[in-house]
């Protein structure tokens, strides 16, 4: 059973803000949201982390609602450089253990001028 | 700090013929991950170490791979024989086994078996 279920792309414009979304209906208490950023060539880039609410960063924005069966990554005024395959991680690794360590498919954004 | 460092960047090899892909992880983090990536598959988990000590290797596909981590600044992902179907991206990434999800990963080495 996945554990993260997020589009397989979407596309926009310059200058506007993309929301992604992922639903996790089955975090659990300890579990942390993360994401990763992947442009082509390169390994993923973590961008943001979150347990609850909101939290903001020089490059994103993290909602995440009180029941935490979902998160979205909120990216403001994109730039064609924004192009790229953004993935969703949900687990708890305090422990040392194989959880949150499985990427999906991710989200393929498509940026386009 | 010079990031997870991967050797070599591109590698191509006819089948049959060893392969032996390298990663440097980040000075004092004590996690260390190998990932295979292919427009089929995605990201794939194949093993990965705590404290140079593998922990779970059930993502490895056949006993043609192995991985080793002989100490805390190295580890090694070989693959003997080769096959076409080994062709993908092989990434290694690390973290502090302590970090909830931090994981900085490689730029990834391109592996072509003809």
């Known amino acids: 059973l996945a554990k993260t279920t997020q589009p397989i792309s979407m596309d926009s414009y310059e200058g506007q803000e993309v929301n992604i979304t992922c639903s996790h209906n089955n975090i659990a208490t300890n579990d942390y949201i993360t994401w990763y950023q992947q442009f082509p060539s390169q390994g993923p880039r973590f961008i943001i982390q979150g347990y609850k609410t909101k939290v903001t960063n020089e490059v994103a924005s993290l909602f995440i609602p009180a029941d935490r069966k979902s998160s979205t990554l909120s990216l403001p005024r994109v730039s064609l450089s924004d192009t790229a395959v953004y993935y969703c991680l949900v687990g708890d690794r305090s422990g040392g253990g194989a959880d949150g360590l499985t990427f999906g498919k991710g989200t393929h954004l498509i940026i386009q001028p | 700090d010079a990031g997870v460092i991967q050797s070599p960047r591109h590698e191509v090899t006819e089948m049959g013929q060893e392969v032996t892909l390298r990663c440097k992880p980040i000075?004092?983090?004590?996690?260390l991950f190998w990932y295979r990536q292919t427009m089929m598959r995605g990201l794939e988990l194949l093993i990965y170490f705590n404290n140079n000590v593998p922990i779970d290797d059930s993502g490895m596909p056949e006993d043609r791979f192995s991985a080793k981590m002989p100490n805390a600044s190295f580890s090694t992902l070989k693959i003997q024989p080769s096959e076409p179907r080994d062709s993908a991206v092989y990434f290694c990434?690390?973290?502090?086994?302590?970090?909830?999800?931090?994981?900085?990963f490689g730029s990834g080495t391109r592996l072509t078996v003809v």
């Open positions: 000075s004092g983090h004590n996690s």
């Open positions: 990434a690390s973290s502090l086994e302590s970090t909830v999800l931090g994981y900085t």
